[in-house]
């Protein structure tokens, strides 16, 4: 069974949209992101009725109750468990999971890793907002050390995850990264993840206005955010800056920023970006780099191809019942060891 | 040529199998079971092993049993004690003496009874010297040097032909039971189809069993066991987790809902799972997950999509699922979670049988989270009452726990197989697309179950979660009286589901001296007990329940007449403080055992006499 997207209707995004109001703070990324996605899921090409989005608790969990499709509010950090089932049960439909950094990184990690490790076809977005919303501002497993919150009054000593780092530590298929305020990215990547023949891992870097504002100020902040993001594009080179003019070359064998022009370096010694490359080690470099030494890698870093659970699951089971002579019930009750028993003497 | 031995017909018979855990007692017992069964004895079995999968050689704890009880007359338990014991070596005679019938047949390797042994059993004197083994039939078979000899020219290697030597033991029992050893031959070939030298030397062995019991004249007297008198039709020997998966299987099949299992292995219920893995060819999915919590969320996620949806486990792991339960009941999903409870709490004791998970399946969730509970009785009836909890499940859209143990579990009887169109129409409330004013929280009016409208459906798309419902409309709601509205409809719809289930049977008179109550997978000894004793003439009776909640309708009317009642279970006293919750009018006694093993017939029948005596 494969998604069914042959003669799905021309949709728009005024069909995923829902009466009852958002909740979410004004301000919040996560509206930009809710809006994104009702763009974007239009143009995957799916029946209506075939979308399923899942969450677990927290803030940006709150999503499914925020657009009209099939959509399940589960329990914290199961969202990749539920979605997973979903998936499984039925492959013809195409299936979100909306997540928080502590969603997913925290309560859900060992969902998470096994999710990726299976690469169930699904797309998961991580909000990451770094910090913990809905209950108020504790430090998350993606805080950075240091951070003083609610309950690190004297600064938080725990190494953060980088999400990416365990979507590539997972064996994962697909990994990208956004940023809540270029809609033109998210959009683009969100299409591709739902397309992608795996799970589609898509960080969003989220600000929570209330608990951790600006909190990618120095990532997103306009008169910094050339200088500081560089946007990978499969196939092109990988080329970022406000003059265009610096970029990611080679030097035993690591990424080293290199201006184009400078100490004999032109645009040939960019490397491009393959984002296809069964080379994990080069897309987990790009995910670790982040300032003040690298640009953050923006965009999709890793999309593979890999065998896809449910796809093998439900090929076993055709198999299966082709071969088999147990076709029901009955054949099943009646095979093997069975014993008639009639006599009531020897 | 021996004399002819004295032949002896026998109503049952009770026979042990012990050895180290590499033995093969397991697979010893179980040919001997499937052979009884051929021969149309009635039957039930239980293995007994440690939860060290080889312990070390030749120690009390690494001893592991099965024991077979066969029957002319109705078996309904294992045995209490053994009239045959097969002991491989002195740990295992050891451990096993104090379940012997005075005048037990012993059968002994008397190839392992050496001064190395002895001390790892921490025998401090010979048990073949000491008078210890006095008034009982001891055979000392060499079976480990016979089986070599036999073996040599069939050119095996060591492992492989000490291997055989389970099939030495089978030969000496086809003698002692007077079967025809053709049988035994058969299942060899069965087995080993596809190696004819394995087939060749097994024979070997096995008549060299036969033949070494006819010629040392050590058993003078042989037993013949009849076929069951009051069995006929079509029977297999199942246990109860396979019994479990197939009711399951069956109710998928009559429900149209494909079987979505998630579930985590965890003893003693993992066999569900592995049953399950290997009947893709009827469409069953399997998701092994990463735990628990992955098993049943994953499940209901299969549930969402309109799938007959399981998971399975043992105490622990409902423990971890216990999150997950609220979810399915608030968002009114139906979803089985089979628990097969073992010794608790917290690890405890995974391969022993207890009932002491039955408040934990009751109330242990947060807030106010009703469930279905019923409980299997016998190992073949496991499949029955699986059936019965996917039934209600669908048709009621709520959870349902099924409480199974690890003596149902792995235990196994003699079970009539019966017919697809014999079993009940399950008609899950599912819309059909489209259908004018679906909101997600509609009731059925009769049953209050919601209806089941899955993604993919047109016409119907909703939400669902763990956040409180809007009564009908299923949007999120903090109403202080919606909520209130909501806990009584969750509620009210298990409530009734006392409509849908059989009334409480009464085994016995209904205003006897002493009503036995008792509980799930404790039937079978409980029944013999009771049956036995009113074969005596004593004024008893037994209600044994399988529908825990809801009870059944008529349970105060059951209770009521008894001049005394007392209730037996494998734990301190759960379903004691839930009858008395539930009719505080009546008094209740308690009979309860907590050391990982079934009860025995014979202690329940001193418990019921004291109790029927003062």
């Known amino acids: 069974m494969k998604e069914n997207t042959d003669f799905a209707p021309v949709l728009t995004p005024q069909d995923y949209k829902l009466d009852s109001p958002v909740k979410w703070c004004a301000g919040c990324g996560a509206h930009a992101v809710l809006s994104t996605i009702r763009n974007s899921v239009p143009e995957t090409g799916v029946k209506k009725e075939n979308v399923v989005f899942v969450s677990g608790i927290g803030c940006s969990s709150r999503f499914p109750y925020y657009i009209n499709t099939y959509g399940f509010h589960s329990l914290h950090g199961r969202a990749t468990a539920i979605a997973s089932g979903i998936k499984i049960a039925n492959p013809e439909l195409s299936v979100w999971i909306v997540t928080g950094d502590g969603d997913s990184m925290a309560i859900g990690g060992n969902h998470f890793i096994h999710l990726i490790r299976r690469n169930i076809k699904l797309s998961l977005l991580i909000f990451n907002n770094k910090i913990y919303g809905l209950t108020k501002g504790q430090y998350s497993p993606t805080t950075p050390k240091g951070s003083i919150t609610k309950t690190s009054p004297e600064g938080s000593i725990e190494e953060p995850f980088n999400p990416g780092e365990l979507v590539m530590g997972s064996q994962g298929s697909f990994f990208a990264r956004v940023v809540d305020t270029d809609v033109k990215m998210m959009k683009d990547v969100f299409v591709q993840a739902a397309m992608h023949k795996g799970t589609a891992v898509v960080e969003v870097l989220q600000n929570c206005v209330i608990f951790n504002d600006d909190v990618h100020d120095n990532i997103t902040g306009k008169d910094v955010k050339e200088d500081h993001q560089i946007y990978l594009k499969h196939g092109q080179p990988m080329i970022f800056g406000k003059d265009r003019n ?44 982040d300032q003040p030494d690298f640009p953050l890698a923006m965009g999709i870093i890793r999309a593979v191809t890999k065998t896809v659970y449910e796809d093998m699951l439900h090929e076993q089971i055709a198999i299966s019942e082709s071969k088999t002579k147990i076709k029901c019930m009955d054949d099943l009750l009646k095979s093997g060891n069975t014993f008639e028993i009639n006599e009531t003497t020897p | 040529m021996g004399k002819n031995p004295k032949i002896i017909e026998l109503e049952d018979v009770v026979v042990k199998f012990a050895g180290d855990s590499g033995d093969g007692m397991q697979l010893t017992g179980s040919q001997f079971s499937d052979t009884s069964a051929f021969v149309g004895n009635d039957l039930s079995t239980f293995p007994d092993y440690p939860s060290e999968i080889r312990a070390p050689q030749g120690t009390i704890a690494g001893v592991s049993g099965y024991q077979v009880h066969i029957g002319h007359k109705d078996v309904s338990t294992p045995g209490d004690l053994a009239d045959v014991l097969v002991a491989m070596n002195p740990a295992a005679l050891k451990s096993n003496m104090k379940w012997l019938k005075p005048g037990a047949t012993i059968i002994i390797d008397v190839d392992s009874f050496d001064d190395k042994n002895y001390k790892k059993a921490e025998y401090t004197s010979n048990p073949l010297e000491d008078g210890s083994l006095d008034g009982y039939n001891v055979v000392k078979a060499p079976i480990t040097s016979l089986t070599i000899t036999i073996t040599k020219e069939y050119g095996l290697d060591a492992k492989t032909a000490d291997k055989t030597k389970n ?21 060899i070939q069965k087995k080993f189809k596809k190696n004819e030298a394995l087939v060749k030397a097994n024979i070997a062995v096995l008549q060299g069993g036969y033949n070494y019991s006819e010629t040392i004249e050590a058993m003078a007297t042989t037993f013949i066991v009849n076929p069951a008198k009051n069995k006929k039709g079509l029977f297999r020997n199942i246990s109860g987790n396979v019994a479990t998966a197939w009711g399951l299987l069956a109710a998928a099949e009559k429900s149209g809902c494909d079987l979505f299992l998630g579930s985590y292995p965890i003893t003693p219920a993992t066999e569900i799972l592995q049953e399950l893995a290997s009947r893709k060819h009827l469409g069953a999915i399997t998701f092994q997950a990463e735990d628990e919590i992955a098993g049943i969320c994953s499940s209901i996620g299969a549930s969402f999509t309109g799938k007959l949806a399981v998971t399975s486990t043992s105490g622990p792991g409902l423990a971890l699922k216990g999150e997950a339960i609220g979810l399915a009941v608030i968002t009114e999903l139906p979803i089985v979670i089979v628990n097969v409870q073992r010794g608790g709490p917290s690890t405890g004791l995974p391969t022993k049988t207890e009932q002491a998970d039955l408040l934990q399946a009751l109330y242990g969730r947060s807030g106010e989270s009703p469930v279905i509970v019923i409980a299997a009785t016998t190992p073949g009836n496991c499949f029955h009452f699986a059936y019965e909890a996917a039934k209600l499940s669908l048709e009621h859209m709520t959870p349902v726990i099924l409480l199974t143990d690890g003596y149902l579990a792995n235990g196994s009887e003699l079970w009539q197989i019966p017919e697809m169109k014999d079993m009940a129409e399950i008609h899950p409330p599912k819309v059909k697309d489209n259908q004018e004013g679906y909101m997600p929280y509609i009731r059925d009016p009769e049953t209050l179950a919601r209806f089941w409208a899955v993604p993919g459906q047109e016409g119907l798309r909703h939400r669902v979660g763990g956040l409180e419902k809007a009564d009908k409309t299923g949007e999120v709601s903090h109403d202080p009286y919606n909520h209130q509205v909501m806990v009584g409809l969750r509620q009210e719809k298990v409530d009734r589901v006392a409509n849908y289930i059989p009334e409480q049977e009464i085994i016995g008179e209904k205003d006897a001296d002493l009503l036995v109550i008792g509980w799930g997978g404790t039937y079978g000894a409980i029944v013999s007990a009771v049956k036995e004793l009113q074969e005596e003439g004593k004024s008893i009776s037994l209600a044994h329940f399988s529908h825990i909640s809801p009870l059944p309708k008529n349970t105060a009317e059951v209770l009521k007449y008894a001049k005394k009642r007392v209730i037996c279970e494998l734990n301190l006293g759960q379903f004691a403080m839930y009858l008395r919750s539930k009719y505080p009018q009546y008094e209740f006694t308690q009979y309860n055992k907590v050391q990982g093993l079934p009860f025995m017939i014979s202690e329940l029948k001193a418990k019921f006499t004291e109790l029927l005596e003062n």
């Open chain 1, 246 to 289: 610096k970029g990611l070359i080679l030097r035993n064998n690591s990424f080293e920023v290199a201006t184009i022009g400078e100490n004999g370096i032109t645009e040939k010694d960019i490397q491009i970006h393959d984002a296809h490359s069964g080379d994990a080690v080069r897309h987990y470099n790009l995910v670790r780099m």
């Open chain 2, 167 to 187: 099939q030495f033991v089978a030969g000496i029992l086809f003698w002692l039971f007077n079967r025809d050893i053709t049988i035994g031959e058969s299942f």
